[in-house]
């Protein structure tokens, strides 16, 4: 019998396959364990190496290696070099919103005559300071004066540094807003798009990660940059990335036990809910715009306010009077405007009216309690107290666009030669010289 280890003479012979140690799969490494094994570890491929395969390694191809009695090479290996030390981030360069041609010229050619050749700005001296300007009331030259800092090239003034954040946001939150102020809208749209999306990484500090735009800049730049591009929709994802930021900043606050911090930050984030709301009511969006009311939380003080007046423009009287009710505490100045302007909304102004009275008796330099009550005397057909009580008003220096309005409209239902009483009125209001409100009034407020 053949051995069955011998080979066979004749054909081929199935060999048994050897049987191999297994060990386990090794792991596999990810991106972030390639630096786990260094050179000088016992499992690098180096330290595997023979000492004649290392040094050929090391050498690379040369002459022969030297034998067992020549001296051993100098090692090649050095010692790593020390890590440069971390440069200052750059400042951030602003110069392009520096440049005269981001701005526009204003012209006077909506203003009543009187304004326009009244002496009041025009004894302004050219160097009088913005706070100045803006506490006095002069918003149009406030605007322009903003505007030629930022602008000024002439040797008398110097220029502003390109990289001073702080004063160029200053100037330009000044120049947006005054150019609202005057009624000019349309132009801040226009030039609030050199700012392009404020969500950008370059508007955050390098270092501390906070936003260089202040915080009211933000918000004044949602409306007038949907405006600007004729998007409302945009507003709303802007609010509520400002949103986002609002609510990371009171959780930091609340951590740091910061109090005054979290209830800035809280009030910041309750008005942007209004202004969410009012985002909607601007598109139209009345059903989204009372879904969202209805979310908020309830809030006392201003917020409810705006809140109850929102809802007023929605229509939902009910529900404007919720937000100002509350059983458990008395009727204040705020509750009882509310309400009165609810029984307005209801057509209820003989009981308005008696609200407005009662107001009236409470606080009587309230202007804006004075055009309501001026209101309801003309729905209930005693239009003549309610225009004595609107001039009565602007001899007492009060000036408002809804009082000028609301005592021209009185002009136009009580005579058919109201332009005459509108230029007298634009001429008394134009000789009553400064007011921190505002001394500059417009043709659309006289309805000329």
């Known amino acids: 019998m053949d051995n069955p280890s011998e080979p066979s003479a ?3 012979t199935r060999n048994r396959s050897a049987v191999k140690a297994t060990r386990p799969r090794s792991s596999t490494k990810g991106p972030l364990d390639a630096d786990e094994v260094s050179l000088n570890s016992p499992l690098s491929p180096q330290a595997q190496l023979s000492p004649q395969a290392s040094q050929r390694n090391s050498l690379g191809p040369g002459p022969k290696s030297p034998g067992p009695s020549s001296p051993m ?12 030390p971390k440069r200052a981030p750059k400042p951030k360069d602003f110069s392009f919103l520096l440049r005269p041609e981001n701005y526009h010229p ?5 203003l009543p005559p009187a304004f326009r050749t009244s002496t009041g700005p025009e004894q302004l001296s050219p ?25 000024s090239t002439s040797p008398s003034a110097p220029s502003i540094d390109p990289t001073d954040s702080a004063r160029i946001f200053s100037l330009l939150y000044t120049r947006l807003a ?16 050199i700012l392009e999306d404020l969500n950008s990484p370059f508007y955050l500090d390098d270092t501390t990660k906070e936003h260089l735009v202040p915080w ?12 600007g591009f004729g998007d409302p929709r945009r507003s709303i994802m ?21 109090n005054s911090a979290r209830e800035l930050w809280k009030d910041r984030l309750a008005e942007l809910g209004i202004k969410v709301a009012g985002a909607l009511v601007e598109m139209d969006d009345l059903a989204g715009a009372r879904v969202h009311l209805a979310s908020l939380g309830a809030e006392k003080g201003r917020m409810s306010m705006a809140r109850a007046l929102l809802w007023l423009h929605l229509g939902d009287v009910d529900a404007a009077r919720e937000c100002v009710v509350d059983e458990d505490e008395e009727e204040g100045v705020k509750e009882k405007v509310v309400l009165a302007l609810c029984d307005m909304a209801d057509g209820e102004y003989e009981r308005a009216l008696d609200r407005w009275l009662d107001l009236r008796d409470e606080s009587s330099d309230d202007e804006m309690v004075g055009v309501n009550t001026a209101v309801c005397l003309l729905y209930v057909g005693r239009m003549q107290e309610g225009r004595e009580l609107l001039e009565g008003l602007v001899d007492a220096g009060r000036s408002s666009r809804t009082l000028l309005f609301n005592l021209t409209t009185m002009y136009e239902l009580c005579t058919d030669k109201a332009r005459n009483l509108k230029m007298k009125l634009a001429d008394k209001v134009a000789a009553m010289g400064e007011t921190p409100n505002g001394w500059e009034r ?4 006289f309805k000329l």
């Open 106 to 110: 204003l012209t006077a050619l909506n």
């Open 73 to 84: 090479p100098r090692s090649t290996t050095h010692s790593p070099a020390p890590a440069p």
């Open 10 to 12: 004749k054909g081929h």
């Open 216 to 227: 009211d800049l933000r918000v004044l730049n949602v409306r007038l940059q949907a405006i």
């Open 238 to 258: 802007a609010y509520y990335d400002l949103a986002r930021d609002a609510r990371s900043q009171l959780e930091s606050s609340i951590s740091r036990h910061d």
């Open 178 to 193: 005054c150019l609202t102020l005057i009624d000019a809208t349309p132009i801040a749209a226009q030039e609030v798009k």
């Open 127 to 151: 160097d009088t300071p913005i706070t100045d300007l803006l506490s006095r009331g002069y918003f149009r030259a406030a605007a322009i004066s903003a505007t030629q800092i930022l602008t």
């Open 442 to 445: 417009t043709n659309a407020d």
